[in-house]
């Protein structure tokens, strides 16, 4: 099966498909994300749950963390109260490990880890993990052995299933550059104020190539050049790039958004819908809460030349199969309760339970089955990282909600990063469309206005090749082969020079 890689580095947003099925999306967003390293002070402690409340310096909500979070510099000591471990204003050094929802702040702890490609280094544990994806206790033992030789002094080092068959000199390299990290980091606490931000991973190209990537991947495609600089950059730099590794790097310059071609767009369209069509008939109903997740087997048109009892098992196995994908695509995370369709015969439940379990092995996340209840209820818990697709797309209220996301409306989807009001938008979007004839007196072919359309201005990109002048009243219009960005500060200026010479 062919697997592709999609970077729009323009919308910050990365897919890996699989016979052209879109499989996970990868997403830069501004707020809290996993692995992101803040210098956080003590908000509130509360007791009675052994947590605390750690204000990161930002508007939003202050991050949570318990005592079984806290890594104590006091080695072999065990603390049963979260009160001799932290009090009110202590500077604390924590890592996000769940990313904030709608009500909750982020869950974070203080035992930090820093990513690398092939190992993960903990500079305040002192311990050497193997991961559990590899499979050869030959390989096991050897990376093992490796990792106690060469893990700094009471530091901890995990070592991920893609360093199988992997040079001691990259695993090495990786791991000089995790360490450097680490003293960079405790350079930056020195010299920030408190509280701040202190490492965050926004580089969209180095995440998706250090975490999604593999020698499966036939085709990464990408829509600009910088990104396919870094692209090869990172290839090369993990050592990805010789002549066994047939995996062809890709540079989509064409008008059509990138997004659009390889039906990014249009999946994320569907993956908001509660509805899901079966392929054979039938559909599944998928209700999200805060941390409830429902969903709903109906047999719908499914209409086979089979026995009822044999049709009901066909449904729900159909229904096992898109459900676990829709899970993992959705990023759906909590507790999720699953209704199948009836099944009395308890051979026919068993099926369905090792069926489903099989299928849930290739999700990154381990989910956990927990039971299949007496009302036919399947029970099953799945992990949060990061936000889900619902959680990340959501714009119902924007008022009320202080996030830094994408926002999905009709066939667009925007990045806000600040607050505007909807009669803000209603009256940007009809002084562009006012004014739009006082720019230009001519008639244009091939010339399109892009209507709601907003600039993200914290795009290297468009700060390397365009100058802002005027970031709230700006008007865009699009040319097959150029996009130009006309100021209504700009205009003033020009008219009031043309003014000044005329008198």
């Known amino acids: 099966m062919v697997k592709k890689i999609i970077i729009s580095y323009f919308n910050s947003i990365a897919a890996t498909l699989q016979t052209s099925k879109v499989q996970e999306l990868i997403l830069i967003n501004q707020t809290y994300q996993v692995n992101d390293i803040y210098l956080g002070i003590v908000h509130k402690i509360f007791s009675s749950i052994n947590a605390a409340f750690i204000n990161l310096g930002q508007d939003s909500k202050s991050g949570f963390i318990h005592i079984s979070d806290i890594k104590t510099l006091k080695r072999g000591q065990k603390f049963f109260s979260i009160n001799d471990l932290l009090s009110i204003n202590q500077v604390i050094l924590v890592q996000v490990v769940k990313e904030s929802t709608f009500h909750k702040g982020p869950r974070l702890t203080s035992n930090i880890h820093l990513h690398g490609k092939y190992v993960v280094l903990l500079p305040l544990c002192n311990l050497v993990l193997i991961s559990n994806r590899i499979y050869d206790d030959n390989e096991r033992i050897h990376l093992y052995s490796l990792a106690v030789l060469i893990k700094p002094e009471l530091m901890g080092l995990i070592v991920k299933s893609c360093a199988q068959g992997v040079s001691e000199s990259l695993i090495l390299q990786d791991l000089d550059l995790l360490i450097q990290q680490w003293y960079f980091i405790q350079k930056k606490i020195l010299l920030n104020s408190i509280p701040c931000l202190i490492y965050k991973d926004e580089d969209l190209v180095k995440k998706v190539v250090r975490d999604c990537y593999d020698k499966s991947i036939k085709k990464i495609v990408v829509d600009s050049i910088d990104a396919l600089k870094l692209v090869y950059y990172y290839l090369k730099k993990w050592s990805y790039i010789s002549t066994f590794i047939k995996t062809k790097v890709q540079l989509y310059d064409r008008h059509f958004c990138i997004l659009d071609k390889f039906y990014v767009k249009h999946t994320i369209k569907q993956l908001l819908r509660p509805k899901v069509n079966l392929l054979h008939g039938g559909s599944i109903f998928i209700e ?216």
Do not use: W
Request: proline share 2%; glycine share 2%.
């Open 288 to 503: 999200n809460y805060e941390a409830l997740t429902v969903i709903d087997v109906n047999s719908g048109s499914f209409n086979k030349l089979y026995n009822s009892k044999e049709t009901i098992l066909r449904i729900n196995f159909y229904a096992a199969v898109e459900i676990a994908y829709q899970l993992k695509v959705r990023n759906i995370n909590g507790v999720i309760i699953i209704d199948f369709i009836d099944m009395y015969s308890q051979r026919d439940q068993l099926k369905l339970l090792e069926h489903f379990n099989k299928l849930l092995t290739y999700d990154d996340c381990s989910p956990q089955v927990v039971q299949l209840s007496e009302l036919g209820l399947l029970e099953l818990t799945r992990r949060r990282k990061s936000q889900s697709i619902r959680e990340v797309f959501n714009f119902s209220d924007l008022k009320s909600i202080n996030y830094s996301g994408f926002f999905f409306v009709d066939d667009l989807y925007y990045k806000l990063f600040c607050n505007i009001s909807d009669q803000d938008l209603r009256n940007q979007f009809s002084s562009n469309k006012s004014i739009r004839s006082l720019f230009f007196s001519k008639q244009f072919i091939l010339c399109k206005t892009l209507k709601n359309k907003f600039i993200i201005s914290y795009n290297p990109l468009l700060n390397k090749y365009f100058s802002f002048l005027d970031r709230k009243n700006l008007l865009c219009f699009f040319y097959p082969k150029a996009n130009y960005l006309l100021p209504l500060f700009f205009y003033y200026r020009l008219t009031s020079l043309q003014n000044f010479s005329d008198s």
